[in-house]
């Protein structure tokens, strides 16, 4: 595959989950990408911890943080686009460690003029505890029947593990779930997302993703269902950074983005002057 990819992930005082995530990068079968990842204010320990992964890792690694004044994970992830040099980019979260086969999955299905659009299996916090390096390089981390052997339950969300071949193609096209852009598994090309302006910056917690989908859309791309095809499982965390203010104010955005049908944000990546 002649496709090179950057993957940003979003990360803030979470060092534990992070390397987890960096073990699942390290044994992609997909080996052409960088990454970078986007630190929205995390204290020293993750920049020691990640300097210490670096030091075992084939993969080149960058570092981009920014002082923490609260959640302000957009501005962040423009700094991380900036910094990308590949023409593909992968976005995800630092609590979500992608199977081996994620980044392969998303260069075979990157196309022109379209994004990609995936989902996560969520994990409780006893079992996103228990996963370690070996469990993530042997591909236990991704296995149903292990899964749920260390407290998983079972329901039909466990098919996005479990679906291959005609059944994957056939998940993907029938799942209620829109192919949205969702911060924590999508993918489009750089040139796309910087003329779209990135994400806007003046939003928080609550659809800042789906936000710049929606401008993604009104520019005249189309999006693709892969939320059975590339996976991730979701590490477990508490959100209590999340205010009412935050939702309302996010909403209003996009809100915005929709009636107005914006194809690019005044506030993201280059701010326009009022």
């Keep these: 595959m002649s496709i090179k990819i950057s993957v940003i992930f979003t990360t803030y005082n ?3 989950w992070m390397e987890k995530v960096l073990w699942g990068f390290e044994n992609q079968t997909f080996k052409d990408f960088e990454i970078i ?9 993750t920049e020691k911890r990640l300097s ?45 460690i992608p199977r081996s086969d994620f980044l392969e999955v998303h260069a075979k299905k990157a196309k022109k003029g379209y994004f990609l659009s995936g989902g996560y299996l969520k994990l409780p916090m006893a079992t996103s505890e228990l996963i370690n390096e070996k469990h993530i390089k042997l591909g236990k981390a991704f296995d149903a029947e292990w899964l ?41 090309w ?16 609550g659809g800042e993703d789906r ?3 929606e401008r993604l859309f009104n520019r005249g ?5 892969i939320r059975y095809s590339a996976i991730c499982v979701h590490l477990d965390h508490a959100r209590g950074y999340v205010t009412q203010e ?25 701010k326009d002057p009022n």
């Design 52 to 96: 210490e992964f670096k030091k075992n890792s084939w993969m080149k690694i960058k570092h981009v943080w920014q002082k923490d004044k609260g959640f302000r994970k957009t501005r962040i992830l423009n700094k991380a686009i900036v910094k990308s040099k590949n023409e593909y980019l992968v976005f995800t979260d630092g609590d979500c």
């Design 14 to 16: 979470s060092p534990d």
């Design 37 to 45: 990842v986007a630190d929205d204010g995390s204290t020293e320990e």
């Design 221 to 225: 791309l189309k999006s693709k269902q």
């Design 211 to 213: 936000e710049l989908g």
């Design 190 to 205: 750089r040139k796309d997302i910087v003329a779209a302006n990135g994400f806007d910056e003046r939003m928080q917690y």
């Design 246 to 270: 935050m939702l309302k104010k996010n909403k209003k955005i996009r809100k915005d983005t929709k009636r107005k049908k914006l194809t690019r944000t005044a506030h993201g990546i280059i």
């Design 148 to 188: 749920k052997s260390k407290g998983l339950e079972d329901t039909h969300k466990l098919m996005k593990l479990t679906a291959s071949g005609w059944k994957e193609k056939i998940y993907n096209s029938l799942t209620p779930a829109k192919a949205t852009w969702n911060g924590h598994n999508a993918s489009g």
